[in-house]
């Protein structure tokens, strides 16, 4: 059985690696001759027996230790004082693994409340080498060792710190992970380990975050995984149920080859920066069910066609709010889905700002403490738990541990534990991300009411339903209620695609409830290349079932080749939303055959033709006559080649 507290059972031995000696009995702390404390952990694990305890007095233990099958507890003076546990180091001086388990170790063994670094070798070594053991581990510090951090450890590894070790944070531990910090490792955070990982922060990590493993995963924060070898996903080949998880501002993907159900997470802001690469989604070849989720890409990863939102592979998502979503799927929406300060636009920071120096490396706690002193302005610890990207122009994020009022400190990246300093400068732009519900959020009561969700949490331990229904996303919303408004479900011409015709162009946007016209322009429809907005150029009508709200361009109102941004003005009660689209002349068919985005070819001819003498507003009406004729064809052949341009 799992023990998280301080355990004493049996007869005590004690170690004093300051004043004690091996050749007394250990039975007393008090360093005197014949009973006093062990020098050694080694000496105290040999004379244990069977249910004994052996309690380590604070010091650097320069030793390889092995617990020998033995049913014991070892543990320090105070397992949950991290001061304690820093100062009882067990140091395994790069000659072996720092602490061997024989396999033979059941739950009844108890590790608890060390700092173990330095195991192994230039080629092989670990932290903790578990060789199949069911040993209980808590309360540890597991860093700086020259392999993994923990390797084959089956038993419960619980409230455990496993950080800038060499290589991976946890390899093939099958037993349950909880509550523990994967930080800064060299190679994945963790990989086959394939019990329950439950509430562990997993950042900064180099390849993986979570790598093949399959038991379920609920209640992590998956973020800031590093680049290597071109391959820097939050979680990949995990094919158990993952759960209520926030996976945000990892380099490449969010998911990857996930082939469990995939349900109530946040999934954000990966890949950002990776411009036009087919690689780059937030899910990726997740062939399982995908329910309740906010899948949310970031601007600038939308800014091309490689990449985007939801890629090949992966199943059609429903109840799930999706950035720019064009495909099937019931009960999805792409209303933005309300992550930061409602005053702000939603999914975008809560806070923004510039530093006001270089980011300091604090290598004691390998963390990095990053300063604004021009805001001054955050309550103490107000941010813990929160994202914190450190430069907008890169692309990861990282877990906010601790703040005063103008300083922020995160979990370190590998590469920042490796060179010994921070790649924070002065003058770089941060933000801030939050994901949890704010109260106008779509969001909320919007989830699958089909499921059963029981006694089910969120990612904070609160009830998974509230309100009567689930919300989407890993957060549930635990406020009073504000009115329940329409949010957008579907969009014509689709969301970053291409408004085609050279006049009377004609958006339609679908809401999930009846929508009413209020006086004046009900849409914000921006050039986002001259910042001009040309919304008051359209006409705006319902159509008869109340819920579907068409704009058409009046005459030429609008240019060729330019990006343009739809969303609602403040008369349209609504949830809020941003819809990209760009217009490119004769482009009948919209569809998107390389990185480089849609273009004019010899298919928009075809699709033409195919609709040659039908009156209607759709989109191969590309002069917007009101009917598909001949003169369509010409609109293709003077645009012929071109393409849409960069999103400015």
């Not at 590894?157 to 349950?176: E, F, H, K, P, Q």
């Not at 909880?178 to 963790?190: F, H, K, R, V």
């Not at 300083?407 to 994901?435: F, K, L, M, P, Q």
Request: aromatic share 8%; glycine share 12%; hydrophobic share 35%.
């Amino acid at each position: 059985m799992l023990v998280l507290g301080p355990a004493v059972r049996g007869d005590v031995l004690y170690v004093n690696g300051t004043c004690g000696d091996d050749g007394w009995s250990g039975l007393d702390p008090n360093c005197a001759a014949s009973d006093g404390p062990k020098a050694t952990i080694q000496a105290a694990i040999n004379a244990a027996g069977v249910d004994d305890t052996i309690i380590v007095a604070p010091y650097r233990y320069y030793e390889n230790i092995n617990l020998k099958g033995k049913q014991i507890v070892l543990r320090s003076t105070d397992p949950q004082d991290p001061n304690v546990v820093a100062a009882t180091v067990i140091d395994g001086g790069g000659v072996g693994d720092a602490v061997q388990l024989d396999g033979t170790e059941t739950t009844e063994t108890l590790l608890s409340g060390f700092t173990i670094t330095n195991g192994g070798s230039l080629a092989i070594g670990y932290g903790i080498a578990g060789e199949s053991s069911h040993a209980s581990i808590t309360y540890c510090i597991v860093r700086g060792n020259r392999s993994a951090g923990l390797v084959d450890c089956d038993g419960p590894i619980a409230r455990c710190t496993i950080t800038g070790n060499r290589g991976a944070g946890l390899v093939c531990c099958d037993g349950s992970i909880s509550d523990c910090t994967i930080a800064g490792n060299g190679a994945n955070g963790l990989a086959g380990c394939n019990g329950l990982i439950a509430r562990c922060i997993v950042n900064g990590n180099t390849g993986y975050g979570l790598y093949d493993c399959d038991g379920t995963i609920s209640g992590c924060v998956v973020t800031g995984t590093c680049l290597s070898r071109g391959l820097a996903i939050g979680i990949e080949a995990c094919d158990g149920v993952i759960t209520d998880c926030v996976v945000s501002g990892n380099y490449v993907r969010g998911f990857s080859s996930c082939d469990g159900a995939i349900s109530n997470c946040t999934v954000r802001g990966n890949g950002a920066g990776v411009r036009d690469s087919w690689d780059s989604y937030e899910l990726w070849k997740c062939a399982g069910p995908i329910s309740n989720c906010v899948i949310w890409a970031s601007d600038s990863a939308l800014d091309g066609y490689g990449g985007g939102v939801i890629g090949p592979g992966c199943s059609v998502p429903t109840y799930s709010c999706i950035r720019n979503w064009a495909g099937a799927g019931e009960g999805n929406i792409i209303a933005d889905p309300g992550l930061a300060d409602v005053n702000l636009r939603i999914a975008q920071p809560m806070a923004r700002g510039y530093w006001s120096q270089d980011g300091v490396y604090d290598p004691s706690m390998q963390q990095v403490g990053c300063f604004d002193a021009g805001r001054q302005s955050w309550a103490p610890n107000e941010l813990v738990g929160k994202l914190l990207k450190p430069d907008v122009t890169q692309r990861r994020e990282f877990v906010i541990t601790r703040n005063t009022e103008n300083v922020i400190w995160v979990w370190a990246d590998y590469d920042t534990i490796h060179a010994g300093a921070s790649w924070v400068t002065e003058g770089a732009r941060y933000a801030i991300y939050d994901y949890h519900l704010q109260p106008d959020s779509p969001c909320i009561n919007r989830g699958d009411p089909n499921a059963e969700y029981g006694s089910l949490t969120d990612i904070d331990g609160d009830d998974r339903v509230v309100h009567g229904r689930v919300d989407i996303g890993a957060d549930e919303y635990t406020g009073p209620l504000m009115p329940r408004r329409p949010a957008l479900v579907m969009a014509e011409p689709l969301p970053n695609s291409t408004l085609p015709k050279t006049a009377n162009n004609v958006l339609w946007l679908t809401f999930d409830m009846p929508i009413e016209l209020p006086g004046g322009s009900p849409l914000s429809i921006v050039d986002l290349h001259e910042g001009i907005c040309v919304g008051e150029t359209f006409l705006y009508s319902l159509e008869a079932d109340g819920y579907t709200l068409k704009a058409q361009e009046c005459g030429s109102a609008l240019i060729n080749r330019t990006w343009y941004r739809v969303a609602p003005t403040l008369p349209l009660d609504v949830h809020l939303f941003t819809l990209d689209v760009c217009t490119l002349f004769g482009d009948a068919d919209q569809l998107v055959r390389s990185h480089r985005g849609p273009s004019v070819d010899g298919d928009d001819y075809s699709v033409v033709k195919e609709h040659l003498g039908e009156r209607t507003d759709a989109r191969y009406d590309l002069n917007g006559s009101g009917r598909v004729t001949a003169a369509d064809y010409s609109v293709v052949k003077a645009h012929r080649d071109e393409r849409v341009p960069d999103k400015p």
